[in-house]
């Protein structure tokens, strides 16, 4: 069981170095960067992989953080934040309404703002559906600045490894379950989550290769494995894991050479030292948003962050940004979220299976929102 | 109460229809200027091109001392290109210094100082690189303009089309000429 647990930690620091491993261990780490071809030189990620645990007292701070930033996906997924928050806020409040009113009020609140929830993601999955069918195909040699639409593999940047399946990829994200009882029930419960990070990667056609920053993507792509037992024993690592009998790892990789689609927005890569000022206060913000990062840098584990801890995370921040601007001179362009527009869209589906998907959850959403709303107004009218 | 569900119902029919008739005229308006982007697109490279030929020209001007036809016919393919108002007129300007480019790339390998000439190498293949560009751009303005055509054609995009006079554009395509088969005779 030691074994397991050092082996669970272990994975993540394998696949992704953190600063202060790039430092020690001559940054360069010797992967395959292309399937088929000869072993290149990768540099390992200038962000630290996240990894978290959901035992113990770090739990009850972990679990909260992921709660909030899979329902910040989830209204990125949904539609407009400014209409989705509030109609997401009223559903949550509905049973306190409940509690103080009538539970029919509440019941009312509850579907109607579901029901509206439902018919704004309708027309915004229109809109997506419309604006991937407008956008011609560039290719990526001559790809014009602006929104864009470039199809093609993934090839990495920076050497990524997925812990447990040990694919060579460009993204993944994990979950470890164990089996608990808890009273009388059972079932898997969620121990540790991690993910690499949204770390660049470059899309390659026959023509050309563009990078690609994530931060902020819409990502519908890449494999999920289930590595429960007794079927992931296969999978690399996850055998370790099939034998205690108790656990489930699912992971999600986007594995290098995936075919992609990307919609977004192309720009040049500024450069300078403005710019990498920019860069490094956005890293600090970062750090500053992020407990469980800025516990790292607890030293003497007081709970607050000294003077002199600061001092060294603001070195540690600043090598990272360094790193990142500085290790590949050679991306001149790159394909990132839009300033305003909120299309950036990444999928390993095709564009027509992808249009497809939308095509039918369009009346789907737009009936169950008249529905439900229709519903919410008749409970609040009865009597 | 039944009146209140017919009502909520008309409504939602009537939001849907307005937001459905707003997504299909944004989604027109937006096809309409991806069309005039690709054009745009590629003048920008069509301007690169325009910038590079008197180099290049220059550059032959010094080995090519007897091929004063073939640096002409650049020279007044350029100008074609530049005096080209209308889109036939572009196309067959952009023909002209297709052919013109051909016959000097081919002229250039009797001249091996030229061909050794550092300038001329990157020349030429700055050139043939904005060439390739100029093709896949050409690819992509034909794409918006298939988007284009076909959306306004399309029900129910037609009708809002046809409301705010939506035309047909027009895509590119190469000159008649380019299209005949190449004589091709062995002399061995």
């Known amino acids: ?383 | 109460m039944a009146s209140l569900i017919v009502l909520s119902v008309l409504t939602f029919s009537l939001l849907a229809v307005v937001f459905y008739f707003v997504i299909i005229y944004n989604g027109l308006v937006t096809v309409r200027n991806n069309v005039d982007k690709s054009w745009s697109n590629i003048d920008v490279l069509l301007k690169q091109r325009h910038d590079e030929l008197p180099k290049l020209v220059s550059v032959c001007e010094r080995y090519m001392k007897h091929e004063a036809d073939t640096l002409e016919r650049v020279i007044k393919a350029r100008a074609a290109m530049a005096n080209a108002d209308s889109m036939d007129e572009r196309r067959q300007a952009d023909g002209m210094i297709k052919e013109a480019l051909k016959s000097l790339f081919a002229v250039s390998e009797n001249y091996p100082e030229l061909k050794a000439d550092r300038r001329f190498g990157q020349l030429q293949s700055r050139i043939t690189e904005i060439e390739n560009e100029i093709a896949d751009r050409r690819e992509m303005y034909n794409e918006s303009g298939n988007i284009y055509n076909i959306r306004i054609a399309q029900i129910p995009d037609v009708f809002v089309a046809k409301l705010f006079n939506y035309r047909t554009k027009e895509l590119w395509q190469i000159v008649p000429e380019h299209r005949e088969d190449v004589p091709v005779s062995f002399s061995y």
């Open chain 1, 1 to 383: 069981m030691d074994d397991l647990a050092g082996l669970l930690w272990a994975g993540p620091l394998l696949a992704a170095s953190t600063p202060a491993d790039t430092k020690d261990s001559a940054v360069n780490v010797e992967i395959h960067g292309e399937p088929g071809q000869a072993a290149s030189v990768l540099p390992p990620p200038p962000e630290m992989a996240r990894d978290f645990s959901f035992g113990g007292l770090t739990g009850s701070v972990h679990r909260p953080w992921l709660m909030i930033k899979r329902f910040r996906i989830f209204v990125r997924h949904v539609g407009p934040p400014f209409l989705v928050y509030p109609l997401a806020l009223a559903t949550l409040g509905a049973p306190f309404v409940g509690r103080t009113h009538a539970t029919g009020l509440s019941y009312a609140v509850s579907l109607t703002a579901i029901g509206l929830t439902a018919f704004i993601h309708a027309f915004v999955l229109l809109g997506r559906k419309r604006a991937i069918e407008n956008c011609p195909t560039s290719k990526l040699r001559s790809m014009p600045m602006g929104l864009v639409e470039v199809k093609g593999r993934a090839r990495q940047k920076y050497s990524l490894k997925a812990p447990f399946s040990l694919t060579d990829c460009v993204y993944y994200a994990y979950e470890r379950y164990e089996w608990e009882h808890m009273g009388n029930q059972a079932g898997y419960r969620l121990k540790q989550w991690g993910e690499s990070g949204k770390v660049p990667f470059y899309v390659e056609d026959e023509t050309a290769r563009v990078l690609i920053l994530p931060e902020h993507a819409i990502i519908k792509a890449g494999t999920t494995q289930d590595m429960s037992a007794p079927f992931g024993g296969a999978l690399g690592l996850a055998q370790s894991f099939s034998k205690t009998g108790n656990q489930k790892i699912v992971e999600r990789v986007i594995p290098l050479g995936e075919p992609l689609y990307v919609m977004g927005f192309a720009h040049p890569l500024r450069t300078g030292r403005e710019v990498r000022h920019g860069h490094f206060m956005e890293k600090l913000r970062k750090l500053k948003s992020d407990p469980a990062r800025l516990a790292d840098y607890d030293l003497d584990g007081d709970g607050s962050i000294s003077e002199t801890e600061w001092e060294g995370a603001r070195r540690d921040m600043q090598e990272v940004a360094l790193l990142d601007q500085t290790d590949d001179g050679r991306d001149r362009v790159c394909i990132s979220e839009h300033p305003t527009e909120a299309l950036f869209y990444i999928s390993d589906k095709h564009e027509e299976q992808l249009t497809r998907s939308m095509a039918w959850r369009i009346p789907f959403f737009l009936c169950l929102g008249v529905a439900l709303v229709i519903g919410g107004l008749a409970f609040m009218l009865k009597p």
